[in-house]
């Protein structure tokens, strides 16, 4: 699906895109991190109307929402395509020496070939985490990797449990 996209100075930014069926749909993003999701006229493309305005919270509920299932189906998708490559989640056990510290601290694609691609933490997800990431007890671990290197990241996080 192509989404054009364009600066809106001062404003945010706006998405536009056509659904399956010819409908063209928007969304702005404003600078505040609120969002308006909009529906173009078919007759005349330059008018629209606001279907939903949210807040910053809610524009960011509506993120997870959509995009958790979306990065996961990516990802399962990804380990089918790739003959050995595997992913597997990992909980953080609360006796583990990493909770606390930051992912970097683990060095964990450096000592088991395997990376660890997001971090689930309740209801949120944190994809591409960074190495300052800070590691919580009950954080579940999205690794891929081949199957050892995998069962190395469990003996990494779980060696204190």
Known sequence: ??????????????????????????????????????????????????????????????AEILGAPRFARKLADLTREIPGLHSEPIRLPATSSFVGRQLGDTHCRTVTGASIVAIVRGDDVISSPAPDQLLLAGDVLVTIGTASGIRRVRTLFEADA
């Not at 895109?17 to 078919?42: H, K, M, P, S």
């Open 1 to 62: 699906m192509d989404v054009s996209e364009t600066l809106l100075p001062g404003v945010g930014i706006r998405y536009e895109f056509l659904t399956r069926d010819g409908q063209r749909l928007g969304i702005v993003v404003y600078r505040e991190g609120n969002a308006e999701f909009l529906e173009y006229d078919r007759d005349d493309p330059d008018a629209s109307r606001v279907l939903l305005s949210v807040d910053e919270d809610e524009a960011e509920v509506i």
